[in-house]
């Protein structure tokens, strides 16, 4: 009888957006093997990591290790638990075809034991991509729209407040002024550093009431540009 490997995750807050445990998992991947004909040999767990790399993953490196030595089945409840970028999930077909073992991911119904389930098995991992570049996207519109309307975007930058609505940016007059004295010694050639001490011999307050630093002077006039 052929060995089977788990591997199961779920991230900080999986189980609440997913509605994929690591009890769900694991019952859907003991009912695959027992209906399959395959040895459950172990299940690996990574609980509360992230899947954007698949490095830093102790569980799925061990997985992958095991599934290797016995050239067995790697069996996952989807590929969003085994990784999230093409890259990744790529290399870790090709790991595991370089050492005769497979692949089987019971949501996307993929089975490496076949050509076809191959060629499908990289189909997928490019469409995954595909979509998480566009939910990207979408939201750098977004939020270039919101900066455009002059409403925040992250953190409140030097030189504006938060309004009473909590969204729009109003101008603080004494942050600008200071805004304007950093172009005016820039523009003299003082350097990044000299400035900072210019700043801070004035008493000038950054928005966090620290010193100022040459980086802080830095993004500021990055923004600017």
Not at 55 to 70: E, F, I, T, W, Y
Not at 103 to 119: C, F, H, N, Q, Y
Not at 207 to 219: A, F, L, N
């Amino acid at each position: 009888m052929q060995t089977a490997i788990g591997y199961i995750r779920v991230s900080t807050d999986g189980q609440v957006t997913d509605g994929v445990s690591l009890d769900a998992q694991r019952e859907r991947i003991t009912a695959w093997c027992m209906a399959n004909g395959y040895a459950l040999g172990e299940v690996f767990v990574d609980a509360g990591l992230s899947g954007g790399r698949s490095d830093n993953r102790p569980g799925l490196q061990s997985a992958l290790d095991a599934v290797c030595k016995v050239r067995g089945v790697l069996v996952v409840y989807s590929l969003s638990r085994l990784a999230r970028s093409t890259k990744d999930t790529i290399n870790i077909g090709e790991r595991l075809e370089k050492s005769n073992a497979d692949l089987v991911s019971l949501s996307e119904r993929i089975d490496t034991t076949s050509a076809a389930g191959k060629m499908m098995f990289r189909m997928l991992a490019v469409l995954a991509e595909f979509e998480r570049d566009q939910i990207s996207e979408r939201t750098t519109t977004a939020m270039r729209f919101k900066a455009a309307q002059g409403q925040r975007v992250g953190k409140v930058p030097f030189g504006f407040d938060l309004g009473q609505d909590g969204v729009s940016l109003v101008p603080n007059s004494a942050e600008l002024e200071a805004i304007g004295l950093i172009h005016q010694l820039r523009e003299k050639r003082y350097s990044l550093r000299d400035i900072a001490a210019e700043l801070n011999s004035r008493n000038i307050p950054t928005k966090e009431g620290k010193p100022w630093t040459h980086s802080t002077i830095q993004r500021i006039i990055s923004r600017a540009v």
